[in-house]
């Protein structure tokens, strides 16, 4: 064995297991098999000796570092899509995205069969407004191809200077061929909540993804949207479509939101503290108030826990299509020379115990998503018995025929809902069935 093989041996012993060189050569001086616990002892000479290999007779001289780097990156990326070693640059930028703020394209990516997975754009991006679509796959950043590229790589590509262009060559399903996009980037700013009153009493607040202060900003929406609307809210409908998920305790908080008791999401994992539960507090924040849920293939991940929790509870009805299907928890672990590793420590289960990894959420009431256009022929001017000559008065009202409801063609203040947003249109008239429903009962 050449020094650099015994030099090799010794280093990756001490940094892949995490012990002192003396228990090292503690073990090694066994002659016995050791035990599953114990160093892979066989697996270990062939690691070093592939580093001997490379480092002696590679074509080109290669860093140790680099070598050991790329090692830890093939040994995570192959355990699953989400665990993955972070750089120096890479965990800064995991930082500041979950803050709100970051450079880029505004695209939510996982990988898949060698290529780059678009599991949703994030709203107002460049990526939502150039038409990327949740499932397309990137095959080409610029002239460079992904196939084999590990996703910090492809996301550090794609992320970079405001006012730079970048070209994605993606595969889109019913595309005849690769579509091109040039894409120019910029300061990606996600604010989390967005919310609008859709018709009097009927509000709409639509989460992005889960911040750290997603919670506190839902909050504040809804405070803002009882002032405009002069007094509570009958119905609320939350939407979480194309929405990739985020911070794990952002959505528990906006779950406890809209919950009195009872479990929001249980983890289960092999390390310590990773079998959690997580328990609303009292204080519902529409007290009762009907809720629609609307979700589809883009929402994951943290946005499963919320649709998940509310499905359980039954204290929303979940409409859209099945979601994504992301129920594993993600843990950051500094490793103190400003790197990290994002590995996967648990999966996570609604209140009633499902686990939606690679299952996801499956809506109550299954709505896909359609554009629909007005149909001017079917705007018939019925005669009614009004306009017939000499009809009976109605004693009981003014003389006045009653008019439409604002929303019956208009859809409310948002021009022709259907047409905007036909899924949406359909979650509020169900949530105007509910409110209904709800009144009647308690009347």
């Known amino acids: 064995m050449s020094a650099a093989t015994r030099h090799g041996l010794a280093l990756a012993l001490s940094f892949l297991a995490g012990v002192s060189l003396t228990a090292v050569h503690a073990v090694w001086a066994e002659k016995e098999t050791p035990p599953e616990n114990k160093l892979p002892l066989d697996e270990l000479r062939t690691f070093t000796g592939v580093l001997d290999a490379i480092k002696e007779d590679y074509v080109e001289p290669v860093k140790d570092k680099e070598l050991l780097e790329n090692a830890i990156r093939g040994m995570l990326s192959n355990l699953d899509p989400h665990s993955a070693y972070l750089d120096a640059e890479a965990f800064q930028d ?223 009805l979940i409409v859209g299509e099945r979601t994504f299907g992301k129920g594993s928890v993600q843990t950051i672990l500094p490793l103190g020379n400003g790197t990290a590793v994002k590995l996967t420590t648990a999966r996570y289960y609604t209140p009633n115990g499902r686990s939606i990894q690679a299952e996801g959420i499956v809506p109550d009431i299954n709505l896909k998503s359609f554009k629909v256009a007005a149909d001017s022929s079917t705007e018939t001017d019925f005669i009614k018995e009004s306009d017939l000559t000499g009809h009976l008065r109605n004693d009981k009202s003014d003389g006045k025929p009653a008019g439409d409801s604002p929303d019956a063609k208009t859809g409310g203040a948002d021009g022709d809902l259907a047409q905007n947003d036909y899924q949406l249109y359909e979650a509020l008239n169900l949530l105007k069935g509910m409110v209904l429903l709800q009144s009647r009962k308690s009347g």
């Open 94 to 316: 995991l930082q500041i995205g979950t803050s709100g703020e970051f450079g880029g394209l505004g695209i939510e990516v996982g990988q898949e069969d060698g290529f780059i997975k678009v599991i949703t754009p994030i709203d107002d991006t460049p990526a939502q407004r150039a038409g990327i679509k949740a499932g397309d796959l990137i095959i080409r950043l610029d002239d460079t191809s992904v196939k084999g590229m590990p996703l910090a790589d492809a996301i550090q590509r794609m992320r970079g200077k405001p006012n730079t262009p970048i070209t994605l060559t993606i595969v889109r399903e019913g595309a005849r061929k690769p579509i091109k996009i040039k894409l120019v980037r910029e300061v990606i700013q996600v604010k989390s909540v967005k919310s609008r009153l859709l018709d009097p009493g009927f509000g709409y607040l639509r989460i992005t993804q889960f911040q750290a202060k997603t919670a506190q900003d839902l909050q504040q929406a809804l405070q803002e949207l009882e002032q405009q609307n002069k007094g509570p809210l009958k119905g609320v409908i939350l939407d979480l479509r194309n929405n990739p998920g985020g911070v794990l305790n952002g959505a528990v908080d906006v779950a406890d939101d809209f919950l009195e008791d009872g479990a929001i999401v249980q983890t289960k994992g092999r390390g310590d503290g990773s079998d959690q539960t997580f328990k609303a507090t009292p204080g519902d924040l529409l007290k009762g108030a009907p809720m629609v849920v609307l979700v589809n293939g883009g929402s994951a991940s943290a946005s499963e826990i919320v649709a998940g929790a509310l499905q359980d509870h039954r204290r929303a």
